[in-house]
Structures are given as structure tokens and as C-alpha cells.
């Protein structure tokens, strides 16, 4: 929409108070802080909602791969053959075999329940979710036969554990003996603690090489799973349905969402939900400029009904109105960015000192899994956030510039 430049001139001088009208400012005013408000809650909302499901997908997949074939009894006694061919199928990018139980931990006298996991040394070696999270002590002392293992930073804190101290794991997989079965305890020297940013992870992972882990459950030579990463997450099922297929009889193939349905349903349900109840601040904030811009053509009928004698047509009325209406929305959409942004940026800072001024603690990773408060802006949706704003304000300013456009010059001067 290219403005003349007298037409431009008139859109400025409309645009700013005149002796009179600054209710209609303020109106005008209050509309460009509401879209700001708006696009700045849609923009800080989406992108810390998928910055959520992003830190879950990456953190949970980084652990327990895109799908696991898990044995039955918790055996998986032909896992190499299984191994072997998983790894020659199209797009399996690897195949982990893994050792997972839940068992029971003490530490001087305390004790936790943890979920004792064994991997080979390899694989320990190549998981950088793990290894780039170290918080203490050394992952290269897990080794086979060496009785060291790795525990998370949130069991470390529960049971008062330290590197160099000594964990004994309880399993109920014991001797039996004539007055029942008589639990196994093994003890373990700590020799790392990791901090994976999930806090059910951090709660309750000991990690071990896979034939300590073997030897303290008692499974021989088998193991529990085997985890599998693919080049496509979203089509896991269809890339390893042999498998699923060829070894129905030895264990179930589960992948990503099955294994966290509930969760990933949620938070989609809530991104869904939590986009068009903040829109309504940018509808309000639209109605907002259509009262102030009908407001303005009320007070400025004089004014346009002498451009209309003038010589200015009718295009030039609409063209000056929209363009009042879509600058206010424009002005307070390029605002809402920069703030949230900013916002974003500094998003943890936020949430520390509203926590300190509160007295509340308003990230529990407890209850929201991740420790820290994660963002993620995807350009796609943030482009849709400004055609929402702008959009929706250039429908709402049609109708104040079709009735400044049609203002009728005779009848409103026949009288001056």
C-alpha cells in the first residue's frame, strides 16, 4: 500500500494528539501496548512450550533411544543375533544393549530407590547426553570387574553421596536359603556424578559397565533391552518392523511415544490450548484500534468531508485510515518481538528473581522434569504470530476506513 506524499502526511497528523482528542489517543495508545502484550506472552508461551517438548525429546531419546525391544521375564537371551541384525536394516543409525532394574540403594544409612542401569563400556563412552553433563569425579573408572559406578546428581544430594564414597545396591534377587530368599547386596565405589537435566533421570540412575550389571542381577550372559536410534524418529515403527516381526516370540518392540504418550499428548494439547487463549488478547487489542480508529473518524468528519471537496477521493481516505490502524498494530507487534525475545533471553533471570521477590519456588524440577527453564523459537510460528497480529488488524481497520471513505461531503458541510 504505497501512500502520496500529502496522503502520508495526513496518516502522521492523525497519528499524533490534537487539541481534543486525547481520549482518542489514549484508546490508541492502550491498543498498541495490548498487541505488544499479546505478541510478546504468544511468542515467550510458544517458544518455552516447545523448548519443553524439545529438551524432553532430546534428553529422554538420548537415554532411552527413538524405541526399545524389551525382553520377556526381562531376559533377551539371543540380543546378539538381534544386535546384528538391527544394525543392517535402512535407517538404524545404532543398537544399544542395556541392562535396566529397579532396585534399592543406601549410602550411611540412607536409602533410595534407583534404577540401576548397565551398558557396555563402549557405548558409555559414546553417550555424550552423559558424558557432557559430568558434574564430578571420572566416567573412564567404569570398567568391567572394577566395582565403580555412576550415579545422578539428584540421588547424589538424597542419599549424601560423594566421588570416592561407597553405594550399595540392594537386589531382591538373592540366595534362597531355608528361611527364604535373602537379598543381594553388592557395594560400588562412585566414581562420577552426572547431571542430565531431567530430574526422574537424576533421581534415580546408577549407571555401570553391562557385566557388573549381569553379574549383580544374576542374568548370565542376557540382557534386559536393546535400544535402537534412528534416522527418523517420527516412522521408528515402520523402519524396525522386522524386528518387531522376526522376534515377537523374545520380546516387545515400544517406541518413543508409546513410551511417553501421556507426556508428549499433554504438552501438545497445551501448546494447542495456550495458543488461542493468548490470541484473544491480540483479538482484544484489535477491537481496541477499531474503537479508536471509529472514534477518530467521528471527530474527524469535518476534516474529511473538506479533503473530500478537495479533491481527495475515496482510495485516499481508505488508504490513510488502514494505514493509521495497521501502524498502530505494526508498532506494537515489532515491540511484542523485541520484548519477548529479550525476555527469552534472559528467561532463567526472570524466573530467579520473581522465585527471590516471592519467596516461591515456581520451577520445581519435581513436578516439571527439566531443571532449568528451557526455549526453543521456531520462525515458522512467529511469522504466524505476526500475520495473527496484523492480519487480524487489517480485517478490523476495513470497516472505520470504508465509513471514512464513504463520509458524504455535502451532506456534512451543507449547514457550514
Given at each position: 500500500m504505497i501512500l502520496s506524499r500529502h496522503e502520508r502526511m495526513i496518516a502522521k497528523r492523525y497519528l499524533l494528539p490534537g487539541k481534543g482528542e486525547r481520549f482518542i489517543f489514549v484508546v490508541a495508545a492502550i491498543s498498541f501496548v495490548a498487541?505488544?502484550?499479546?505478541?510478546?506472552?504468544?511468542v515467550v508461551v510458544m517458544s518455552v512450550m516447545n523448548g519443553f517438548r524439545a529438551d524432553l525429546f532430546d534428553k529422554i531419546v538420548g537415554l532411552n533411544g527413538h524405541a526399545v525391544m524389551q525382553g520377556y521375564s526381562g531376559r533377551l537371551p539371543d540380543w546378539r543375533e538381534i544386535l546384528e541384525e538391527s544394525r543392517e536394516l535402512d535407517?538404524?543409525?545404532?543398537?544399544t544393549p542395556l541392562i535396566e532394574q529397579p532396585l534399592m540403594a543406601s549410602y550411611s544409612g540412607r536409602v533410595e530407590g534407583v534404577l540401576a542401569r548397565g551398558m557396555q563400556v563402549e557405548d558409555i563412552r559414546s553417550n555424550e547426553l552423559i558424558n557432557s553433563n559430568i558434574i564430578a569425579g571420572d566416567m573412564n573408572l567404569l570398567?568391567?570387574?572394577?566395582?565403580?559406578?555412576?550415579?545422578?546428581?539428584?540421588?547424589?544430594t538424597a542419599l549424601g553421596a560423594v566421588t570416592g564414597g561407597q553405594i550399595s545396591l540392594i537386589s531382591p534377587q538373592g540366595r534362597t536359603t531355608p528361611f527364604g530368599t535373602v537379598p543381594r547386596i553388592?557395594?560400588?565405589?562412585?566414581?562420577?556424578?552426572?547431571?542430565?537435566?531431567?530430574?526422574?533421570?537424576?533421581?534415580?540412575?546408577?549407571?555401570?559397565?553391562m557385566e557388573d550389571a549381569q553379574t549383580l542381577l544374576m542374568l548370565d550372559d542376557a540382557v534386559g533391552m536393546i535400544e535402537f536410534d534412528t534416522v527418523d524418529p517420527e516412522n521408528v515403527g515402520e523402519i524396525l518392523e522386522p524386528i518387531a516381526r522376526n522376534y515377537a516370540g523374545q520380546g516387545v518392540l515400544t517406541d518413543w511415544r508409546e513410551m511417553n504418550t501421556q507426556l508428549f499428548d499433554a504438552?501438545?494439547?497445551?501448546?494447542?490450548?495456550?495458543?488461542?487463549?493468548?490470541?484473544?488478547?491480540?483479538?482484544?487489542a484489535v477491537f481496541n484500534i477499531l474503537s479508536s480508529l471509529i472514534m477518530l473518524v467521528r471527530a474527524k468528519t469535518r476534516d474529511i468531508a473538506i479533503l473530500r471537496t478537495m479533491g481527495a477521493s475515496r482510495r485516499s481516505m481508505m488508504k490513510i485510515f488502514l494505514t493509521i490502524g495497521m501502524t498502530t498494530s505494526g508498532l506494537g507487534t515489532l515491540a511484542g518481538l523485541v520484548l519477548g525475545f529479550v525476555l527469552l533471553r534472559y528467561r532463567q533471570g526472570v524466573v530467579n528473581f520473581v522465585q527471590t521477590v516471592t519467596g516461591q519456588n515456581l520451577w520445581d524440577p519435581s513436578i516439571r522434569f527439566i531443571t532449568e527453564l528451557p526455549a526453543r523459537t521456531d520462525p515458522f510460528e512467529v511469522l504466524g504470530i505476526v500475520a495473527l497480529a496484523m492480519g487480524s488488524?487489517?480485517?478490523?481497520?476495513?470497516?472505520?476506513?470504508?465509513?471514512?471513505?464513504?463520509?458524504?461531503?455535502?451532506?456534512?458541510?451543507?449547514?457550514?
Open positions: 498487541v505488544m502484550l499479546g505478541v510478546m506472552a504468544l535407517g538404524v543409525v545404532s543398537a570398567t568391567p570387574g572394577s566395582n565403580n559406578v555412576a550415579i545422578g546428581s539428584r540421588l547424589a553388592v557395594s560400588y565405589d562412585v566414581a562420577a556424578i552426572f547431571e542430565i537435566g531431567i530430574y526422574d533421570f537424576d533421581k534415580a540412575f546408577v549407571l555401570m559397565p504438552l501438545a494439547v497445551e501448546r494447542v490450548v495456550m495458543f488461542w487463549v493468548l490470541s484473544l488478547i491480540i483479538i482484544v488488524a487489517f480485517l478490523f481497520t476495513l470497516y472505520p476506513a470504508f465509513k471514512a471513505a464513504s463520509t458524504d461531503p455535502v451532506q456534512v458541510l451543507r449547514y457550514e
